[in-house]
């Protein structure tokens, strides 16, 4: 979901702001999306409605201060590559991140800024109507794989307490709609393939993302039943991504990167590493992320799938208009 926000970070390593990231963006411009072009936070706004690409990143913004009070009335995006629900998640290996709870101290400041704007009524009214997407703790869930510093109940456990207390944190700063995407099959994505023998995908990692989803659906329901006018709508990334694995209508590859150097562990994508020749036939573009086709297609479904295996309680058009 990181449209550009790595790109303000000098100590991160986690960046898609070089080739060939971008390929197929207008102009071919690396803009920070890890992808060959638009990513699913853009398609998932254009399909809401009102906007041709995500907000701009709150850093973009803080470094323009001459658009920043007009611009965040219109959106501000908090996403950054390589960050975790747990504050310390991928430091150590992509160097600087904005984790979750810098986002939410981000989203504070925004806060502040719109209720000086518009006055405390009408601030906190635009806040209350507006939609709060989030995609993360897949990158919680690759670093518990490597580590393994507890049982895989105890992980699960406490993710999902770490997402309860920003959620919380989000409503008490006048968040209402939440769009929750849960954990994709990470033991499908091309670097877990490539550590597991004839590659196939891994279980544990795949085992893991299924409780993860099953965690969340429980903490959202316990949320809307306990917090005033919580409302939300809750992905099965999970379903979703391996209904197109087992029936890749429209994918001629779902196993391997579209851009990746193959003699290199993680396979980066950059200048120098082999690239597919048709875009549009891979289900992923790099070693962990999709395609701009299969991002698309995933926002779809996100906003307007009426299947219950995919969507749950309601979709994310439905939740815009809750």
Request: hydrophobic residues 35%.
């Amino acid at each position: 979901m990181d449209v550009g926000t790595n790109n303000h970070l000098e100590d991160c390593k986690a960046r898609a702001d070089h080739q060939y990231y971008g390929i197929d963006y207008q102009g071919s411009q690396a803009t920070g999306r890890f992808s060959n072009g638009f990513s699913t936070a853009d398609t998932i706004v254009q399909l809401l409605g009102g906007y041709d690409l995500s907000p701009l990143p709150y850093l973009a913004l803080v470094e323009d201060g001459s658009n920043f009070t007009r611009e965040i009335l219109h959106g501000v995006n908090f996403a950054s590559g390589g960050a975790g629900l747990a504050k310390a998640i991928d430091q150590a290996f992509y160097g600087k991140v904005v984790s979750m709870e810098e986002q939410v101290q981000q989203f504070a400041t925004v806060r502040g800024n719109i209720t000086a704007l518009l006055g405390g009524t009408k601030g906190d009214h635009l806040l209350r109507k507006s939609m709060y997407i989030f995609s993360i703790g897949s990158n919680d869930l690759m670093t518990y794989i490597f580590t393994r510093p507890m049982t895989p109940e105890q992980f699960v456990i406490n993710l999902t307490d770490t997402y309860a207390i920003h959620l919380k944190n989000l409503y008490s700063l006048g968040a209402r709609k939440f769009g929750i995407i849960s954990l994709p099959p990470l033991g499908c994505c091309p670097l877990a393939r490539a550590s597991t023998h004839g590659g196939v995908c891994d279980d544990d990692s795949n085992n893991l993302a299924r409780a993860c989803h099953v965690s969340f659906d429980n903490l959202l329901k316990n949320l809307s039943s306990t917090l005033k006018g919580f409302k939300y709508s809750l992905a099965n990334t999970y379903n979703i991504t391996m209904n197109v694995i087992n029936n890749p209508s429209g994918f001629k590859n779902i196993t391997s990167a579209c851009c990746a150097d193959p003699k290199i562990l993680g396979m980066p994508c950059q200048k120098g590493a082999q690239l597919c020749n048709i875009r549009n036939d891979y289900l992923f573009w790099d070693a962990f992320h999709p395609t701009q086709k299969a991002s698309v297609l995933a926002a779809n479904v996100l906003v307007t799938s009426q299947d219950p295996d995919f969507m749950s309680p309601i979709n994310f058009g439905s939740l815009r208009n809750a």
